[in-house]
């Protein structure tokens, strides 16, 4: 296990695996794990958090890897940079909403330091992640005493900055799902200025066969505590033509199933007059890069 050095009253530790790292969190049940530590210092400067250690994972290999499998699924270790996630060449077609979400994160200073595994972890609903790892289908793994188990990014952003997370677990990757082969993921957000947090997202992935959609989900994010999706929904536009009527009523019951707040970026019902307009331009984008 790596030196440990104390900062002030906090232990500090290096461990190399994740093993280590939990077992360290079982040992201290107020420690917690710092990557980038873009929002952790924030909020420790903030007197938000004061955790009694903190356990680095700078030197955990494990999860500092991005690897697709023969069945063209694709695991993001936690480790992984926004910057490195966002260049990467295994997230191709559908699994591209990941990317270009990534791409959108803050500025070239906060993308260099940040990590896939903290911002999910932190789980703000304006962050770029959440609303397309839903998107894409996607489970988080964790690991803790009790071994690894994997849920679905649907359920794991449960609340407000709340996690399906329990005391002494940490995220070790996003793995996605095989995506339809020549699948399009689109990720639109829109901020007040560039690098924001953003005031609405949407992310799709959609597939056409001819004129005929054959998948499609999609997922709203920072207009509620998680992103929201409407499976049943989007089952109504598979299987026929994309139509303007049907893309204007996925947009409209996306819409009536947020729960936005009034905030400095936007009130709640600019949120939700947002999200149809947002969901048609989506489709749009999509739609002109399968050239359908």
Not at 29 to 37: N, P, Q, R, Y
Not at 108 to 128: E, I, K, Q, W, Y
Not at 184 to 191: I, P, Q, R
Not at 255 to 260: L, M, W, Y
Request: hydrophobic share 40%; aromatic share 4%.
């Amino acid at each position: 296990m790596g030196e440990a050095n104390n900062m002030s009253e906090t232990r500090y530790s290096e461990p190399v695996s994740v093993d280590e790292v939990v077992t360290l969190l079982s040992e201290d049940e107020d420690a917690k794990c710092v990557a980038g530590g873009a929002s952790l210092v924030a909020m420790m400067n903030a007197r938000l958090l004061e955790p009694t250690g903190l356990i680095s994972l700078r030197r955990v290999d494990e999860i500092r890897t991005i690897e697709k499998s023969a069945d063209g699924s694709v695991q993001i270790g936690a480790g992984m940079l926004h910057r490195e996630v966002a260049s990467s060449d295994e997230l191709e077609g559908g699994h591209s909403v990941v990317r270009r979400a990534a791409a959108q994160i803050a500025n070239p200073v906060v993308r260099n330091m940040g990590t896939l595994g903290g911002s999910v972890s932190h789980a703000d609903p304006a962050a770029d992640y959440p609303s397309a790892l839903a998107a894409v289908g996607a489970d988080i793994e964790i690991a803790g005493s009790h071994g690894r188990r994997t849920v679905p990014a649907t359920e794991f952003f449960t609340d407000w900055y709340e996690t399906a997370l329990q005391s002494g677990e940490l995220v070790t990757a996003a793995i996605l799902p095989p995506v339809p082969p020549g699948s399009a993921g689109v990720y639109e957000k829109l901020a007040k200025v560039k690098g924001d947090l953003g005031i609405a997202m949407v992310a799709m992935v959609l597939a056409m066969d001819g004129d005929t959609c054959s998948h499609l989900s999609i997922a709203v994010g920072g207009c509620g505590p998680a992103p929201v999706r409407l499976p049943d929904a989007e089952k109504s536009l598979l299987g026929g033509a994309l139509s303007e009527a049907g893309i204007r009523e996925l947009g409209q019951a996306l819409s009536e199933a947020t729960d936005p707040v009034d905030d400095v970026r936007a009130s709640a019902d600019f949120r939700r007059l947002l999200i149809p307009r947002m969901v048609a331009r989506a489709f749009s984008t999509a739609q002109e890069e399968l050239g359908a």
